[in-house]
């Protein structure tokens, strides 16, 4: 027992970051699955965005509380993570924006079906699950080397 609570103690930022980040994608392909009933499956890449942005909000909070325990909500602090974090997921969305079009509309995923008897999903899923893994770990990347660095005790700081 004591061995588990050493891992999960020495490795709790990347257990933390993969829960909301799994919740995170959670939203993201809820939002989507939404937003293609509503909006039909030929406008998926603007249902990608929409679901992208409540996903974006999603993250950012969860990220900033829970996973890098940043808990300072001084404009400075704010001035610098909203825009990188924000900078980092659009960077992040055009890669995905990019290869949901190629595996959708060039190699033609779309007309994909995976049948798994109790539902089935279509290939733009699919392809959503294949891109999400790389936009997982793009997103772990910028937020934990350029978004919610630990600058000492600044970054801690509710007071400020």
């Known amino acids: ?3 588990i ?3 999960v103690k020495k490795y709790k930022e990347s257990i933390l970051y993969i829960v909301f980040g799994g919740l995170t ?3 993201n392909f809820v939002v989507l699955k939404l937003c ?14 929409i679901a992208w942005v409540a996903a974006v909000i ?4 969860t990220n900033k509380l829970f996973v890098f325990e ?14 990188s974090f924000a900078g980092a997921r659009i960077l992040s969305l055009g890669i995905e924006e990019a290869g949901l079009w190629l595996l959708v509309d060039v ?15 279509g290939g733009i899923m699919i392809a959503k699950v294949i891109l999400a893994v790389v936009v997982v770990i793009l997103n772990y990347i910028f937020s ?8 000492g005790s600044s970054n801690n700081d509710s007071s400020k």
């Not at 293609?36 to 965005?49: F, I, Q, R, T």
């Not at 033609?108 to 999903?121: E, N, P």
């Not at 934990?144 to 600058?151: R, V, W």
Request: aromatic letters at 12%; one cysteine or more.
């Open 1 to 3: 027992m004591q061995k």
């Open 5 to 7: 609570m050493l891992f």
């Open 25 to 27: 994608t959670l939203v």
């Open 36 to 49: 293609n009933m509503a909006l039909g499956e030929k406008l998926y890449l603007l249902s990608n965005v």
């Open 58 to 61: 999603f993250a950012y909070v």
């Open 70 to 83: 940043c808990r300072s909500w001084a404009p400075k602090v704010l001035l610098h993570e909203i825009p």
């Open 107 to 121: 190699c033609g995923m779309d007309r994909l079906v995976l049948d798994l008897k109790i539902f089935s999903i």
């Open 144 to 151: 934990k080397l350029f978004i919610f660095k630990k600058n």
